[in-house]
């Protein structure tokens, strides 16, 4: 399991695309120290809530296994990984459970698993196994110039 950390690197020239579907208008993420953004990836404006976008690790990076991404401004660890359909997928690497690091949780299908206690979070942020268990927090995830663009 690879541990990638996030860059300052600018996104490339060239005006990314968002997902299959762009919407008209779409800008280019612009980027801040630290890898912050004041703007989505869609360039839409933050409403002034305490989230930024953060450039997260490349496109092709995240696929069926469970990616460990640490951001260091604001300092976070995600775990990124794509559904069947390809919809790539972030959560706080923190389990709802017992709040453990699941920096070595496994891909069952469409979920993630715990492995402290086999807790398993759907895309959505929903324990599939288990009724009375908590939320995953699922995190904001857009993909742009080749990278995935989360909202921390
Ligand atoms: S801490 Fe993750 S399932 Fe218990």
């Known amino acids: 399991m690879s541990v990638p950390a996030s860059g300052d690197d600018p996104p490339s020239a060239r005006a990314g695309s968002l997902g299959d579907n762009p919407p008209p208008g779409t800008r280019r993420p612009t980027m801040h120290e630290g890898g912050m953004s004041a703007m989505s990836p869609a360039g ?18 995240v696929g ?18 794509r559904t069947r359909s390809g919809t790539p997928v972030a959560t706080d690497a ?3 459970h017992r709040a453990y690091l699941m920096v070595d949780a496994r891909l069952v299908r469409d979920a993630v698993e715990c ?8 895309a959505d942020g ?20 080749g990278c995935l663009w989360l909202a921390l």
């Open 115 to 122: 492995p402290l206690h086999g807790y398993r979070f759907g």
């Open 64 to 81: 069926r296994t469970v990616l460990v991404w640490r951001s260091t401004t604001p300092a976070r660890t995600v775990l990124l990984w």
């Open 44 to 61: 839409e404006a933050n409403s002034g809530g305490a989230q930024v976008w953060v450039r997260g690790p490349r496109s092709a990076d």
């Open 126 to 145: 929903r324990c599939v196994n288990f009724r009375r268990s908590p939320d995953a927090q699922i995190i904001g995830v857009r993909e742009a110039d």
């Open 94 to 96: 923190h389990c709802p």
